[in-house]
């Protein structure tokens, strides 16, 4: 649907109420797949393999192979169903969900069907502006990721017109947790908003727990976002559509809110929603429609013969549940009050994915300013510049004690930035690259006042003018000592020295 | 001293290499001559790898002159069903779809029979994906019963039955999902034996249905099936359903045999109606037998077994429907691609069409029916339930019991032909046998002797409560000491001589 054929959202608000519901995926971190011990890679040591290097019989699907369940899976599942709040089942089982797809090594997935392994929870999320909404959980279950396919010869990447397709296998068996809510009611205007946030909450969850790398863009972390709408006063919820291939935090608010208002458009000419899957489009900012879903899809589900039961442990549920770190939303509070952050410095910081390293910063000895500061400025722009994760630029260990260099007044922010390229360039931390470079700002008054005095008797003009009181002239003095000092300089001390020696010499 | 050789037991085998009377080389190669002699005419084969199995005798040879401390069976050759992997050998499990596949791993069962010395001398035939009874559905052509060229040997296993029973291999190994060791052991004058649900590793065992399939033994002796039972049990980390659990010796249940004091239940279910005469005379005579020797025999009811096979052809279809998907072109075996190429939809359909067999297709379709939405309930619902009562049918006989005992199959090996048009009477083989893996409990079918209408083999299944796999050996052994002694000799002395059919036999295996 074309932009201009989309109603209005504040109008599709007034006329509808927006429900939605989302899917959320998430890889987890584990040495090895969720059967087999092929390595991950959704575990960064192995992220980036070539194609079909970290396969073993049992994620190729071959004759006679049989699956395994990873413990260490099995208790960071438990794990996140203990922070969305869920309860664990005493046994949970797994199911074969069968279908034909190419990426599908054994054209049946392992997944958890009747029986997950966490149910009934529910999650505060926060959303910008610091609204907060419980989320319903309805499960969090254990399954494997397929494999990938890509699609050659076609224009679009896509399979239609393509001429082949690679599938590529090292995804297969991968271990996912499937986290679905309820539907979510009353979140009106700030539905688009609220989406987002959720997913962002179950991003620092995830991280907290250490069970995912939860890159977005890396597909560590996939959203299906479902919406209906149902027209004011109307009990019966309306007909929902899926949307898949959100990438991004950002897409994901966009996606939501492109369907309420395309949905609004169609019921108010009194057309029908189809029930479908749809696929976003990050480049066009719309969704276009994928295959019919109905309620009546066959995946002939049954119980996994191949593996029995997973029975975890009351002790081991309780180990788990001791060692769970702060809810996100409670965290957030407590941070804010410690660091004395305005509501957009908090966000600037927390909006950036940033919260981690900056309270890792704050833990190093740097003020909660400087470590804000350096993380949503400098290394955020060089990490914009050579398009790198700003959390692969620096450690908060290197940006606090960069901080302290300048509370120290050993650097300038001006020399600061040049040694945190340094530190950005593996130089070493910025202590060594001071040493190194030789960029610590020269405090030897002796030194100055030579280059002063040097500076006033080549300018008497503006020493001249300096005596009258035109204490603004004394800038060009400044400035000719800064070069001199090639930068290395505290420009403040530099000015109270003028002013003293503009009175004082001769 | 070739044709002594193959007549030899595992046991006695085993205890002549040991000894240093004859090489594993010498013994190795007297079977590949049997096998080339009388295979073309038996057909238990699919592939014969004589010159690995050479290799694999000659450096058993060296280790053991080297001084090496070597199990009972080392360099004893065996012969594999082809629905267990092995590492650069075929194994297609009788079907075409697999035609040409080389595995890139062994089967766990496989990897332990290696590591004990035990020579592959390659891969028998089977029913397609172990579906049937007969070997009639093996997408290569029947195995012949050694006892009548013109009789099926039983089935899925009916090529590693025959390989036993006619000396081309002293062991082999079976798949049993419904009876496909028992049965054919019945019908060849075999030994075969179903373990407990889990005591042996699936991995690497061509699914069929996952929650009833069990890797044993398939000999000429109770002694060696416990031998080989000895080698292959144990857990397997690579399969959640193995049990993980010490296992006492089975080779020392059959040498300690002793049946006195010991209460045989008789299942009334399995001893009437569909059970052909000479079966039931024969299976008679080894019950007094034993209860000459000291056993109290009892009648029990298992009033639920009527229901086994029911419930069996809805299970097995439902969990082979699924199992059986992976095969579709992608990644190994067949391809077919229809006429102008397609999608890839058309290129598994077309694979799975001309790669399946009828029977293969038959059940994939029942299986997928049954595990349809709205259908799940009324079918795989049922017969899971009644696979429950199943079991407590065994449970409360096995409190009054040691162990239970019926024929293992309805009728002596039938002709060629005889059943394939009717499936259900092909299925009705599998009555006696289908409730052991319903439940997981062990059995063991041993020969009782020649039915007097037809003068072919006959056997009697014993069954025992899960994990007490050692009972079969104990009662099993001691029937067939019996049997022996009243005999004269083993009753595959009684079989007719292949080399009569020499003329038949193919170049192929021959070294």
Request: charged share 35%.
């Given at each position: 649907m074309a932009r201009a054929e989309l109603m209005d959202f504040d109008q599709a608000l007034e006329l509808f109420e927006p429900v939605i519901g989302l899917e959320v995926h998430v890889e987890l971190n584990t040495t090895t797949k969720m059967f087999s011990s092929a390595p991950n890679p959704a575990n960064s040591a192995f992220h980036?393999?070539?194609?079909?290097?970290?396969?073993s019989p049992v994620c190729l699907g071959l004759p006679g192979s049989l699956p395994v369940v990873n413990g260490d899976a099995v208790r960071k599942s438990i794990s996140l169903g203990l922070a969305l709040g869920c309860s664990i089942a005493e046994s949970s089982r797994f199911a074969r969900k069968n279908y034909f797809y190419p990426d599908l090594a054994k054209n049946y997935q392992i997944s958890q069907y009747?029986?997950?392994?966490?149910?009934?929870g529910e999650l505060e999320v926060e959303i910008e502006g610091g609204k907060t909404f419980m989320i319903p959980i309805e499960r969090a279950h254990m399954e494997e990721d397929a494999g990938k396919l890509t699609h050659v010869g076609g224009s679009t990447g896509r399979i239609q017109g393509a001429e082949y397709s690679l599938v590529d296998y090292n995804r297969a068996g991968v271990p996912l947790v499937e986290i679905v809510t309820r539907p979510i009611f009353g979140a009106e205007a700030d539905a688009p908003a609220l989406a987002k946030a959720y997913v962002a909450t179950i991003r620092d969850i995830a991280i907290a727990l250490g069970i995912?790398?939860?890159r977005m863009e890396r597909g560590n972390l996939r959203c299906d976002a479902n919406v209906s709408l149902r027209p004011r006063g109307q009990e019966k919820l309306g007909t929902r559509t899926e949307t898949k291939n959100v990438n991004s935090f950002r897409s994901i608010e966009r996606a939501v809110r492109y369907e309420i208002q395309r949905q609004a458009a169609i019921l108010a000419k009194g057309g029908t929603i189809t029930q479908e899957t749809r696929h976003w489009h990050e480049d066009t900012g719309a969704t276009s429609a994928g295959r019919p879903k109905s309620d009546a899809d066959d995946y002939r589900y049954f119980p996994e013969p191949d593996l029995v039961p997973v029975v975890p442990s009351a002790e081991l549920i309780e180990e788990l549940r001791a060692a769970l770190p702060e809810a996100p939303a409670a965290r957030r509070r407590r941070l804010k009050g410690e660091w004395g952050f305005t509501d957009l410095e908090f966000q600037d910081v927390a909006n950036s994915g940033l919260l981690n390293e900056v309270a890792e910063t704050v833990a190093a000895g740097a003020s909660p300013a400087a470590a804000r500061k350096w993380w949503t400025g400098e290394l955020t722009r060089l990490a914009n510049a050579s398009e790198r994760d700003v959390v692969e630029l620096a450690t908060p260990a290197q940006v606090a004690e960069l901080a302290a260099l300048v509370d120290a007044g050993t650097l300038t922010d001006r020399l600061a930035r040049q040694v945190l390229e340094g530190v950005v360039a593996g130089e070493g931390s910025p202590q060594q690259i001071v040493d190194a470079r030789g960029l610590a700002v020269v405090s030897d008054d002796g030194a100055l006042i030579a280059a002063i005095d040097q500076a006033l008797a080549s300018q008497p003009d503006v020493l001249a003018k300096i005596r009258d009181g035109k204490v603004q002239a004394a800038g060009a003095v400044i400035g000719a000592v800064m070069k001199a000092m090639q930068g290395k300089a505290d420009a403040a001390r530099v000015r109270e020295l003028v002013l003293e020696r503009a009175a004082a010499v001769e | 001293m070739s044709d002594e050789l193959i007549r030899l037991t595992a046991a006695e085998l085993g205890e002549k290499l040991a000894a240093g009377d004859v090489s594993s080389v010498e013994a190795t190669r007297a079977h590949l001559d049997r096998i080339a002699a009388v295979d073309g005419a038996v057909h238990a084969f699919l592939h014969v790898d004589g010159e690995r199995a050479v290799e694999t005798a000659a450096d058993i040879d060296r280790r053991r002159a080297a001084g090496e401390a070597l199990g009972p069976l080392a360099g004893v050759p065996i012969a594999i069903k082809d629905v267990l992997v092995t590492k650069g050998m075929p194994s297609t499990s009788g079907s075409r779809i697999l035609e040409g596949w080389i595995p890139p791993y062994d089967a766990t069962p496989v990897t332990k029979v290696r590591a004990a010395g035990l020579v592959p001398l390659g891969k028998t035939n089977m029913d397609e994906f172990a579906m049937g009874s007969s070997t009639e559905h093996s997408a290569y052509g029947p195995t012949h019963n050694p006892?009548?060229?013109?009789?099926i040997p039983g089935g899925s296993g009916g090529g590693s039955a025959a390989s036993v029973a006619a000396f081309e291999a002293p062991l082999a190994l079976g798949s049993d999902t419904g009876g496909s060791i028992r049965q054919p052991a019945h019908v060849t004058g075999t030994v075969g034996v179903k373990p407990t649900y889990g005591a042996v590793s699936r991995y690497g065992s061509i699914a069929l249905a996952s929650s009833l399939d069990q890797i044993g033994p398939v000999t000429r002796t109770v002694l060696d099936a416990a031998l080989l039972h000895d080698v292959i049990a144990g857990h397997d980390p690579l399969d959640s359903t193995s049990l993980n659990m010490a296992w006492p010796s089975m080779a020392e249940a059959v040498r300690r045999a002793d049946v006195s004091g010991l209460r045989i239940g008789v299942i009334t279910e399995l001893d009437g109606e569909g059970f052909q005469p000479g079966v039931r005379q024969r299976f008679h005579e080894a019950l007094e037998l034993l209860e000459r020797n000291g056993a109290e025999i009892v009648e029990v009811s298992a009033?639920?077994?009527?229901y086994s096979i029911a419930a069996y052809y809805l299970i097995l279809p439902a969990e082979a429907s699924s199992n059986l998907a992976k095969f579709d072109s992608v990644r190994f075996g067949l391809r077919v691609t229809p006429d102008g190429a397609g999608t890839v939809e058309q290129v598994m359909a077309a694979t799975r069409e001309a790669g399946f067999g009828p029977e293969v297709k038959r059940r994939i379709i029942l299986g997928t029916y049954a595990l349809s939405a709205g259908y799940y309930d009324a079918y795989y619902g049922s017969a899971q339930k009644v696979r429950t009562l199943v079991q407590r049918d065994f449970d409360a006989a096995f409190a009054k019991v040691d162990v239970l005992a019926s024929p293992t199959a309805p009728t002596t090996a039938f002709k060629f032909g005889e059943k394939l048009a009717d499936p259900v009477s092909m299925y009705l083989n599998d009555i006696a046998t289908i409730p052991a893996n319903l439940a997981g409990v062990p059995g063991i079918s041993v020969p009782t002797g020649l039915a007097p209408e037809d003068g072919l083999p006959v056997g009697i299944q014993f069954l025992a409560p899960a994990r007490e796999d050692a009972r079969l050996y104990n009662v099993g052994g001691a029937l067939e000491q019996l049997l022996v002694a009243e005999w004269g000799g083993p009753l595959l002395g009684k079989a007719p001589d292949l080399t009569a059919h020499e003329l038949f036999a193919t170049e192929e295996g021959a070294l």
């Open positions: 980036g393999a070539e194609p079909n290097t970290l396969v009747d029986e997950p392994i966490a149910f009934d995912s790398e939860a | 006892w009548d060229l013109d009789r009033p639920h077994f009527e």
